[in-house]
């Protein structure tokens, strides 16, 4: 028994770790795949005879064993990817620019009632660390204005930065995108026509800076990265949506 509910309680914790963004508003592929895996597992730990049973009956087919020797396949692919997709977001997480021939670019996110949400804040907090001692770098903040958001994103981030002694000559609005693709976009257009320094510092979630620097390769713009913190909570969601978006990327991109 014991052997059944431990590794049950341990996928079970997997399961609400998953499910807390939830209580948030925070619903996504990352999430959702995450909590069908989790209760797979637990159902496989609590009642491993019936699932034996069950690839046992497979098996015993021919069609049976090739799907499930195919699936079993797949799964091992799918593990190998993830951890090394994995590896190298956590290698683009944190690659700051040797020198202030750079322009920092704020990928925006969540405002909520005018404030940026506690995501953005973090990025913009990573911002303004690396703004305040190093007085020559201008910065794009880069956001535009969902339906549900009382200002754009990147007026938001102005205002926060000014806010904390930011001086607003060295901050430029970039206020139309609504996509990481567009706020790249949308930035350098503001770079070429401001004649701002063109390498980027991106700054965004760690979690997040692998794409978003793929993004901008394919945009021929040479990228280092500042990333904010990112809840803990909320990372095992983060990671694994990020899984789909930086294979889609690479595919479709």
């Known amino acids: 028994m014991v052997a059944k509910i431990i590794p ?3 996928f079970l914790a997997l399961f609400i770790l998953f499910a807390g963004p939830v209580a948030v508003g925070i619903v996504n592929l990352g999430n959702a795949v995450g909590m069908v895996v989790s209760a797979l597992l637990i159902f ?3 009642f491993p005879q019936k699932f034996s049973a069950f690839i046992g009956k497979l098996w015993s087919r021919p069609a049976g064993r090739a799907g499930v020797t195919l699936i079993a396949l797949a799964a091992a692919a799918c593990v ?5 997709i994995s590896i190298f977001m956590i ?20 405002v909520k009632d005018g404030r940026p ?10 911002a303004y660390g690396y703004l305040s001692g190093h007085d020559s770098v201008p910065v794009v ?3 535009g204005k969902g339906s549900d958001e009382a200002i754009s994103e990147a007026l938001c981030m102005k205002n926060w930065l000014v806010d904390k002694g930011i001086s607003p000559d060295r901050i ?6 609504v996509s990481t693709e567009e706020n790249l976009r949308f930035s350098n257009r503001i770079i070429s026509s401001e004649g701002l320094p063109v390498k980027v510092t991106l700054v965004t979630d ?3 800076q692998l794409r978003a620097e793929m993004i901008a390769g394919k945009q021929g713009i040479e990228t280092y990265n500042i990333s904010g913190t990112t809840s803990w909570y909320l990372l095992p969601t983060y990671y694994v949506r990020e899984w789909f978006g930086v294979v889609y990327c690479k595919l479709f991109g």
């Open 172 to 177: 430029y609005m970039e206020d139309k995108s």
């Open 91 to 110: 290698r683009a997480s944190d690659d700051p620019p040797p020198d202030e021939d750079t322009t920092v670019v704020v990928l925006g996110c969540k």
């Open 117 to 126: 949400s506690l995501m953005l804040q973090r990025r913009l907090e990573a």
């Open 8 to 10: 049950a309680a341990v």
């Open 80 to 84: 190998i990817l993830a951890v090394v």
């Open 44 to 46: 496989i730990s609590l």
């Open 141 to 143: 903040v880069s956001g």
């Open 206 to 208: 760690g979690f997040h």
